[in-house]
């Protein structure tokens, strides 16, 4: 999984913190929980704003 992969990300994200408000979470910590999905293979650095932004929104759309 890359960082363009998004919504198969906040489903992930979703799984894996069900009881964790996505529009709340700060993006260092996003970012952490992001890279440690078993199934994340990107390189960090290729991660910015606008990426982590889009992963926030994916995350609150699949709990709604």
């Known amino acids: 999984m890359k960082w363009t992969d998004v919504q198969e990300i906040g489903?992930?994200?979703?799984?894996?913190?069900?009881?964790?408000?996505?529009a709340r979470l700060n993006?260092?910590?996003?970012?952490?929980?992001?890279v440690a999905l078993p199934e994340f293979?990107?390189?960090?650095?290729?991660?910015?704003e606008r990426i982590l932004e889009a992963i926030q929104q994916a995350w609150i759309d699949e709990l709604a």
């Open 27 to 34: 993006f260092v910590d996003l970012m952490r929980w992001v």
């Open 41 to 48: 293979d990107d390189d960090p650095k290729h991660c910015g």
């Open 11 to 22: 489903l992930q994200l979703a799984d894996a913190h069900p009881d964790v408000a996505p």
